[in-house]
T-cell receptor
Framework: DAGITQSPRHKVTETGTPVTLRCHQT?????MYWYRQDPGHGLRLIHY???????DKGEVSDGYSVSRSKTEDFLLTLESATSSQTSVYFC?????????????FGPGTRLTVT | AQKITQTQPGMFVQEKEAVTLDCTYD???????LFWYKQPSSGEMIFLIY??????QNATEGRYSLNFQKARKSANLVISASQLGDSAMYFC?????????????FGTGTKLQVIP
């Protein structure tokens, strides 16, 4: 258990509204990631963070922003949600930068944009 | 070109039999890592096994082994003695580069169903 929680776990929102998803970790990991999972696409990286206030874009970052003001929290914001952002969102952490550097995932947030 | 290719959208295996899930990858990096994750119907992503590009022996973790064929760029997952609890989606993933941020790319997954 890598001590990762996500909130909310489920959310239904309307097109055009802002949405913020929270990822919280308790073990002081440096690297944090946001992915989305859609059928037929596996997991795709939205944004990642390599430290407080240090973030960068992944392959599907359009329409998303992130912030990391504390080591333990990584926020994903949809400024104006669209139906194409209906997905399951996973937060992940990685524990080292050497060796396996496997990622551990939170439980996921199911977001529906109507 | 796809970085990670899983050509089997779905597979069936009889309980107690072994099964191989295919994964091929594409990279020009010399240093990379290959992972398998399991996603049961409950939705969580569970790390199973890792193989580094410089590892000479195939990785094993309990009933899981990774059949790493570097020249063929394949990293197949072998599950021995399948159990009903092995029914899940399985994702192959690749980490490229060394040091600092290392990009991880996931395949589209294989749905494994274990038949009693």
């Amino acid at each position: 258990d890598a001590g990762i929680t996500q909130s909310p776990r489920h959310k239904v929102t309307e097109t055009g509204t802002p949405v913020t998803l929270r990822c919280h970790q308790t073990e002081n990991h440096r690297y944090m990631y946001w992915y989305r999972q859609d059928p037929g696409h596996g997991l795709r990286l939205i944004h990642y963070s390599y430290g407080v206030k240090d973030t960068d874009k992944g392959e599907v970052s359009d329409g998303y922003s992130v912030s990391r003001s504390k080591t333990e929290d990584f926020l994903l914001t949809l400024e104006s949600a669209t139906s194409s952002q209906t997905s399951v969102y996973f937060c992940a952490i990685s524990q080292t930068t050497s060796g396996a550097n496997e990622q551990y995932f939170g439980p996921g947030t199911r977001l529906t944009v109507t | 070109a796809q970085k990670i290719t899983q050509t089997q959208p779905g597979m069936f295996v009889q309980e107690k039999e072994a099964v191989t899930l295919d994964c091929t990858y594409d990279t020009s990096d010399q240093s990379y890592g290959l992972f398998w994750y399991k996603q049961p119907s409950s939705g969580e992503m569970i790390f199973l096994i890792y193989q580094g590009s410089y590892d000479e022996q195939n990785a094993t973790e309990g009933r899981y082994s990774l059949n790493f064929q570097k020249a063929r760029k394949s990293a197949n997952l072998v599950i021995s003695a399948s159990q009903l609890g092995d029914s899940a989606m399985y994702f192959c993933a690749m980490r490229e580069g060394a040091g600092g941020y290392q990009k991880v790319t996931f395949g589209t997954g294989t749905k494994l169903q274990v038949i009693p």
